[in-house]
């Protein structure tokens, strides 16, 4: 499932999840469910001396929601769905939907949501130097003998490669997202 997270004009935050509507996901969480949702990006690996004291930097979310009722056969919920259709989209590769073809009825009716609302949200963020114990950073064999420290990690986004069947140039939204994405933590 894809999502994306939103804030409405009265500050509170929404997460539009899609995917298959037969899902077993979208099927069995009826309106008023309590949910608990993850997302967690990893930074780098730690490396200490002490294999005990190995780490990962990360940043982490943890988000927790109500799903909100939508009815879809009124008007109101195919353009709420029509819109989060949209809204994700975009949150995947920025002013994407304005250079597509958008779904179609059949698209849109196999395609099931999920609007969580949130009640809570925390994150926690790991960064810096795995910990080492005192005496092992003043054994001088150890220390001549040992790597230790970071190996940052990162999501890049290769060259993009056209369809077989593509004979339209890349689009400035997708070489502007890449330049803007493909930049690296701290520079």
């Given at each position: 499932?894809?999502?994306?997270?939103?804030?409405?004009?009265?500050?509170?935050?929404?997460?539009?999840?899609?995917?298959?509507?037969?899902?077993?996901?979208?099927?069995?969480?009826?309106?008023?469910?309590?949910?608990?949702?993850?997302?967690?990006?990893?930074?780098?690996?730690?490396?200490?001396?002490?294999?005990?004291?190995?780490?990962?930097?990360?940043?982490?979310?943890?988000?927790?929601?109500?799903?909100?009722?939508?009815?879809?056969?009124?008007?109101?919920?195919?353009?709420?769905?029509?819109?989060?259709?949209?809204?994700?989209?975009?949150?995947?590769?920025?002013?994407?939907?304005?250079?597509?073809?958008?779904?179609?009825?059949?698209?849109?009716?196999?395609?099931?949501?999920?609007?969580?609302?949130?009640?809570?949200?925390?994150?926690?963020?790991?960064?810096?130097?795995?910990?080492?114990?005192?005496?092992?950073?003043?054994?001088?064999?150890?220390?001549?003998?040992?790597?230790?420290?970071?190996?940052?990690?990162?999501?890049?986004?290769g060259t993009p490669q056209p369809s077989d069947f593509n004979v339209a140039p890349v689009p400035e939204h997708i070489s502007a997202y890449l330049a803007d994405t493909n930049v690296a933590p701290g520079n």
């Amino acid at each position: 499932m894809i999502a994306a997270v939103f804030e409405d004009d009265n500050g509170d935050l929404t997460v539009y999840l899609h995917g298959y509507h037969k899902a077993r996901l979208v099927k069995l969480l009826p309106p008023e469910s309590r949910v608990c949702i993850t997302a967690t990006l990893l930074d780098g690996i730690g490396l200490a001396l002490s294999a005990f004291h190995h780490t990962m930097n990360h940043r982490s979310a943890v988000l927790h929601g109500v799903v909100d009722d939508w009815d879809e056969t009124t008007d109101d919920a195919a353009q709420a769905k029509w819109d989060a259709a949209r809204q994700i989209v975009n949150a995947v590769v920025p002013g994407r939907w304005e250079h597509c073809r958008p779904p179609n009825k059949a698209e849109m009716t196999t395609t099931g949501f999920l609007k969580v609302r949130v009640l809570s949200a925390s994150a926690k963020v790991r960064s810096g130097q795995p910990g080492e114990e005192k005496k092992d950073l003043q054994d001088k064999e150890l220390l001549g003998k040992t790597w230790a420290g970071i190996i940052p990690t990162r999501l890049a986004y290769g060259t993009p490669q056209p369809s077989d069947f593509n004979v339209a140039p890349v689009p400035e939204h997708i070489s502007a997202y890449l330049a803007d994405t493909n930049v690296a933590p701290g520079n």
